[in-house]
């Protein structure tokens, strides 16, 4: 397991990640790199910056980002406080099953 030791972004959820990853283990690196790069190399002020670490990321009301991970085979949605230095971890599963929620209600 990769361990953060540098954190410039708090992770809240991470446990959603480590569930879902266990029950497909072929996510599990993609993970990994989405939590690497969020935790120790983004220090994000606002979504500009959320826009430049991740191009594909979408922006959905009322406080979601949507990112697409492992090629968009996998979503994460997630709320960041950039205030907070934190993104909380709301939902990840796979593109299928993001199809079927309603994001703005998460």
């Given at each position: 397991m990769y361990v953060l030791n540098s954190v410039i972004m708090k992770i809240i959820g991470r446990s959603k990640l480590t569930e879902f990853s266990r029950i497909h283990p072929e996510t599990a690196n993609p993970l990994l790199r989405w939590l690497r790069i969020v935790g120790?190399?983004?220090d994000w002020k606002n979504i500009h910056h959320v826009k430049e670490t991740f191009r594909s990321v979408d922006f959905v009301k009322p406080?979601?980002?949507v990112f697409n991970i492992k090629g968009n085979k996998i979503r994460l949605i997630a709320t960041i406080d950039f205030i907070g230095e934190a993104v909380f971890v709301k939902?990840?599963?796979f593109h299928s099953d993001y199809d079927r929620l309603k994001v703005s209600e998460i």
């Amino acid at each position: 397991m990769y361990v953060l030791n540098s954190v410039i972004m708090k992770i809240i959820g991470r446990s959603k990640l480590t569930e879902f990853s266990r029950i497909h283990p072929e996510t599990a690196n993609p993970l990994l790199r989405w939590l690497r790069i969020v935790g120790v190399e983004a220090d994000w002020k606002n979504i500009h910056h959320v826009k430049e670490t991740f191009r594909s990321v979408d922006f959905v009301k009322p406080n979601n980002f949507v990112f697409n991970i492992k090629g968009n085979k996998i979503r994460l949605i997630a709320t960041i406080d950039f205030i907070g230095e934190a993104v909380f971890v709301k939902w990840v599963g796979f593109h299928s099953d993001y199809d079927r929620l309603k994001v703005s209600e998460i």
